[in-house]
């Protein structure tokens, strides 16, 4: 087994740890909708900018995976994650909470019966190495859209500059205040120079997805 397909492995047996908590909660969606006062300010606003730890769109989170949102923000809890605000919003959220926003922003936006390419499309010579370099769609799918297991991400479409910057945040240590402990996604992302997280961030952004971004107003 190569290397990449080898922390491609690891990744697995990782996640499935950390989703373990979860599985006798079940999330409702109506319920969360009750509970993303603190989520709308930022991610139900088209564009919106984060300024730390630098400049960039927060993630575009309607229409991601259930599961993998709830171990987003267990792991915000927890501090495995670390962002000042993130944590700030993560701490005050039970587990039960956690599940209802989760399956809430899972099904935000979804269109019934739109259908995604199978595969992403030809990327350059120099960043196809990069994708097989990481062996990133052996989680996350051929199309990036349809990760193997509901735990991973879904990355097709999501802003380019925050998937830049989530790339860099495995890379980052001994650092309390920014950074993501996951030895996996670490062993990944620090095989690849800035510039090349540059390139591969672009192109998953370039992807047609799920992910969008659904105007919200706290004034509802």
């Known amino acids: ?3 990449s397909l080898s922390l491609a492995f690891a990744f697995v047996v990782a996640t499935a740890t950390t989703v373990s908590f979860s599985q006798d909660i079940k999330g409702d ?6 509970k993303i006062a603190m989520c709308i300010g930022c991610h139900g606003i088209q564009g919106y900018q ?25 792991s915000y809890k927890k501090g495995e994650r670390r962002h000042p605000t993130m944590k700030g919003v993560a ?9 209802d926003i989760s399956a809430y922003y899972a099904a935000h936006g979804k269109v019934e019966g739109a259908a995604l390419p199978d595969k992403a499309t030809q990327a350059k010579p120099n960043v196809a190495a990069l994708v097989a370099k990481g062996a990133c769609t052996s989680c996350h ?15 097709a479409g999501q802003n380019a500059d925050y998937l830049y910057v989530a ?7 001994g650092n309390s205040a920014w950074g993501r402990n996951n030895g996996v996604m670490g062993g990944i992302a620090k095989q690849y120079s800035l510039a090349e997280l ?19 107003s706290r004034f509802r």
């Open 1 to 3: 087994m190569n290397k």
């Open 29 to 34: 969606a109506k319920a969360g909708e009750t």
């Open 50 to 74: 984060a300024s730390f730890p630098e400049v960039y769109k927060v993630p575009k989170i309607s229409g991601q995976g259930e599961k993998y949102i709830a171990n987003a923000l267990t």
């Open 91 to 99: 701490y005050s959220l039970s587990e039960q909470d956690i599940a």
């Open 141 to 155: 799918g051929e199309n990036f859209a349809k990760p193997i297991d509901p735990s991973y991400p879904k990355i």
């Open 167 to 173: 790339l860099k945040s495995y890379k980052v240590e």
């Open 198 to 216: 540059k390139e591969l961030a672009n192109y998953v952004a370039s992807q047609q997805g799920d992910l969008k971004v659904v105007p919200q």
